[in-house]
């Protein structure tokens, strides 16, 4: 096995988008995984195809053995065509995992807004957008597998008869699909936060934090531009810029999704101290309805779920929750009735209105 020194400025950038983009995602997960130990909440679905994401992600080792950098001519002239056809090989087993890890992102973020939002109508649509991710993965997949006939022709073009179909307008193609999957799961959550019973100016920085994934967008259309622009003669010496923001990408996916399970790991933000400040200056000596017995999750009194829930009420699409003022609906464990007392006293009139002032930090 040829063992190519690190001699070129693209070397080195693919090297530290790789080691800086595998160590990202790993601490964001692992925030996450935290997160849910404090809380107290057992993993669900979004959280085991996050691990899946993560898992998918991959140090590419085309820079060290496949002479990534160098110019293809000078690789043939001085090692023969055994690292170039490792290369290929080593190109299809990204592009499945590329594929895979892309697709667990998206169908996480997907069980998450089903959870946050549970309409029966939003369900619906995000099955049908589930479905087409899948769908989308699977022709990823087989793309790989079946567009050079036969397969080793993939790497091995001495082999009579092979044949390729377009391999650029092939990457394009699920280029393209996979933005638009982006941009879908993107949009699907937007019209149910502006929904929300909040000012405007608390309201639009919340749809921008679920809008971050637009990051993700960003690096999926440089990556798509640079796939367009692949030369195959000269594979070694244009593939770094695409191989960089193939990394990115994913990468980014996975970390930018953990982002809102990591509150319970970082409390003290300027809302919950504003939340705590208020607190204390209204209820006087009463204690707060979060220290009643049972309730361990002092930093979340009001988790993301019951403002969203309480909040589509005029839209005809909830199903069947309280829509009582004197409980909240919370995730798991966080759900806490917030005015104490027997159900008896409360059908006789006791209320309690809750006014919830957000702020993003």
């Keep these: 096995m040829v063992i190519f020194s690190i001699v070129n400025g693209a070397q080195r950038e ?9 160590v990202l995602p ?4 692992a925030l996450r995984v935290y997160g849910r130990h404090l809380k107290g909440v057992p993993f669900d679905p979004s959280d085991y195809l996050i691990f899946c994401g993560l898992a998918a992600l991959t140090v590419s080792r085309g820079v060290v053995h496949c002479g990534v950098g160098h110019h293809l001519a000078e690789i043939v002239r001085e ?4 690292p170039v056809q490792q290369l290929m090989k080593n190109l299809v087993g990204i592009q499945i995992l590329w594929a895979v ?3 667990c992102v998206k169908l996480s973020l997907l069980s998450f807004y089903c959870r946050i939002f549970p309409f029966p109508n939003f369900i619906l649509v995000a099955k049908a957008t589930a479905g087409f991710i899948l769908l989308w993965a699977t022709a990823v997949i087989l793309g790989g597998f079946l567009l050079c006939q036969p397969f080793a022709y993939t ?24 933005l638009v999957t982006d941009l879908m799961v993107l949009a699907m959550p937007m019209r149910h936060l502006w929904k929300l019973e909040m000012r405007p100016s608390q309201k639009i920085p919340l749809m921008c934090a679920f809008a971050v994934g637009l990051f993700v967008c960003v690096a999926t259309i440089v990556r798509l531009v640079s796939l367009s622009i692949l030369d195959f003669t000269d594979l070694t010496s244009n593939i770094p810029a695409a191989m960089i923001w193939g990394t990115i990408e994913p990468a980014l996916g996975v970390t ?42 002092p930093y979340d009194p009001y988790p993301l779920e019951t403002f969203v829930s309480t ?30 007392g027997s159900r008896k006293e409360r059908a006789k009139g006791l209320s309690i209105v809750v006014q919830r002032d957000f702020e993003m930090s």
């Excluded at 090692?79 to 055994?82: D, E, N, S, V």
């Excluded at 809102?260 to 200056?281: D, G, I, L, N």
Aim: net charge neutral; with cysteine; aromatic share 8%.
């Design 26 to 29: 790993c601490v964001a997960v």
């Design 256 to 297: 930018l999704s953990c982002i809102p399970f990591m509150k319970p790991v970082f409390p003290f933000t300027r809302s919950t101290s504003r939340y705590y400040a208020q607190s204390s200056r209204t209820t006087n000596d009463q204690p707060m309805p979060f220290r009643k017995k049972g309730f361990q999750h």
């Design 311 to 340: 909040a589509a009420g005029g839209g005809g699409e909830e199903t069947g929750r309280d829509p009582s003022p004197t409980r909240s609906v919370g995730n798991d464990s966080d759900q806490q009735d917030l005015v104490p």
């Design 155 to 178: 790497w091995d073009q001495t082999i009579p008869g092979g044949h390729c179909g377009n391999q650029v307008l092939s990457y394009q193609i699920t280029g393209a699909l996979n």
């Design 101 to 103: 890890g892309n697709s």
């Design 79 to 82: 090692h023969g065509m055994g």
């Design 14 to 22: 693919i090297i530290g988008v790789a080691v800086a983009f595998i």
